[in-house]
């Protein structure tokens, strides 16, 4: 099964800023909607935010104003924009292919993700 790719993460200080990468081989991302997780340490994987096919977003609370998703379809990638990071935005992030139904359930298997480290 095609995987999508996660890049972008790093090292940034609490207050700065990361755009994080997603893509995927062939139509994965231009015919589906994309969602970011995370995973905290020593937590479970939870949604962040998702972009329907047709760029309409939607964001879990915790990151509203500061998280912003996109896509460019022509390009084949789904951007997460992370402003004023928090050192609780410490994580590991993924994207995958939502389920329509449940947004927090992915449909495909998990790529290995990208580190976001927050320094305080």
């Known amino acids: 099964q095609v995987q999508l790719v996660e890049s972008g993460g790093g090292l940034v200080q609490a207050g700065g800023s990361l755009r994080l990468s997603c893509t995927a081989s062939?139509?994965?991302?231009?015919?589906?909607?994309i969602a970011w997780y995370r995973q905290l340490p020593g937590k479970q994987r939870e949604f962040v935010a998702r972009i329907s096919r047709y760029g309409s977003a939607n964001y879990a609370d915790s990151v509203i104003d500061r998280f912003t998703i996109f896509r460019d379809n022509a390009r084949m990638v789904v951007f997460l924009q992370m402003s004023s990071l928090k050192p609780e935005d410490t994580a590991v992030y993924y994207c995958?292919?939502?389920?329509?139904?449940?947004?927090?359930?992915?449909?495909?298997?998990w790529g290995q993700g990208t580190q976001v480290t927050v320094s305080s």
């Open positions: 062939g139509s994965i991302i231009s015919n589906n909607a």
């Open positions: 995958n292919v939502p389920s329509p139904s449940n947004w927090g359930r992915p449909l495909r298997s």
